[in-house]
């Protein structure tokens, strides 16, 4: 959970009360618990936005490291300094990887970023961004300003629902389909959207010939790929031919962080292939993401390697795993 505390720090520590006015300061800070035993905190500017929906708790914080950052379910997802990592991942493999991709699905991502890293691609004639909250998707076209292009671009269609039932009910097929789903949380409103049942039944038979899947994936880290991420890449496993499990550090999130690649089609190139591609169909350059960078990223160490080869559960909805929390954020002033 994410918890915000503030409290009058007194600057020579005797809490007497006489520092001065530049030492008695009130001092915010944001507070998630990562482990049972481990806490990630940073300092807050203002807090801009508390409430809740229909399906999350959602927080808009001004952090002094991060710069905004969106919380949902006491979990940072975002983070105004640093979300080009994640972005820039999630998306440009998949669509590099792929011989012309026109048609991309984005289940999640009511924030917008993924939609604006799809956008950029000349290719690309139709994103339908399906979100299940659509007051979090308001909030966010409302507060965050990067993707207010990404929100007026045609191509984008939005749709407000569950993205099962979405991609069940279309008669469409995509050349790439993007889980930028929540976490898997215990009680939270997406891990059903990391089932083996899932990919096999709903994602697999909406691609197209050549079609490529990407999910988030979770923490990715040497202790933390347990929670999900190996499991997921399992799961993924068992449904496609091809597997690229890939991670990358994200400084907001105080860990490295997953996301798995899957398709019944080879998904392997140069780096020199990559950024000649990037090069040819990318407008503007990315900031995070080149060719090298990408095979880095898809070269696990060691301890996780073997942790996936050896990996045997798979995501089931009655065998389900979570990362830590259950999706209750609350704030309280000390």
């Known amino acids: 959970m994410g918890d915000i505390t503030c409290s009058n720090a007194n600057g020579n520590g005797n809490g007497n009360g006489n520092g001065n006015a530049y030492s008695q300061r009130k001092s915010c800070w944001y507070e998630e618990e990562i482990e049972e035993n481990l806490r990630w905190c940073f300092a807050l500017n203002s807090i801009l936005h508390t409430g809740a929906t229909q399906f999350q708790d959602i927080q808009l914080l001004d952090t002094k490291p991060f710069g905004k950052a969106l919380v949902i379910d006491g979990k940072l997802q975002s983070a105004e300094i640093d979300e080009f990592i994640y972005h820039e991942s999630l998306v440009h493999p998949p669509l590099l ?3 012309n991709p026109k048609t991309v699905f ?3 991502g009511g924030e917008g970023s993924t939609a604006r890293e799809l956008l950029r691609h000349k290719s690309v004639e139709k994103v339908v961004m399906c979100d299940i909250d659509e007051e979090v998707v308001e909030f966010c076209k409302s507060y965050l300003a990067v993707n207010i292009e990404a929100f007026c671009d045609p191509r ?3 749709i407000i629902n569950d993205a099962r039932a979405e991609l069940q009910k279309r008669e469409d097929k995509y050349d790439v389909i993007i889980g930028d789903l929540a976490d898997p949380i215990e009680g939270g409103p997406c891990y059903q959207l990391y089932t083996k049942n899932f990919y096999e039944l709903t994602v697999k038979p909406k691609l197209m010939h050549g079609g490529i899947f990407v999910t988030q994936a979770g923490p990715a880290g040497v202790f933390s790929h347990t929670e999900v991420f190996s499991c997921i890449f399992n799961t993924l496993k068992q449904v496609f031919k091809y597997v690229v499990p890939y991670s990358a550090h994200i400084p907001s999130y105080a860990d490295i962080w997953g ?6 089609y080879p998904i392997s190139l140069s780096p020199d292939e990559l950024d000649l591609r990037m090069k ?4 503007s350059e990315n900031r995070y993401l080149d060719g090298k960078t990408f095979v880095a990223a898809s070269t696990l160490s060691k301890a996780v390697r073997k942790s ?8 089931t909805e009655d065998s389900a795993r979570f990362i830590y929390g259950h999706g209750h954020g609350k704030h309280y002033d000390a």
Do not use: F, K
């Not at 040819?280 to 407008?283: A, D, F, L, V």
């Open 156 to 158: 984008l269609e939005l």
């Open 308 to 315: 996936l080869e050896y990996e045997t559960h798979v995501y």
């Open 280 to 283: 040819q169909r990318i407008n």
């Open 97 to 99: 990887h792929h011989p």
């Open 106 to 108: 984005v289940m999640g």
């Open 259 to 264: 996301w798995v690649m899957a398709s019944d």
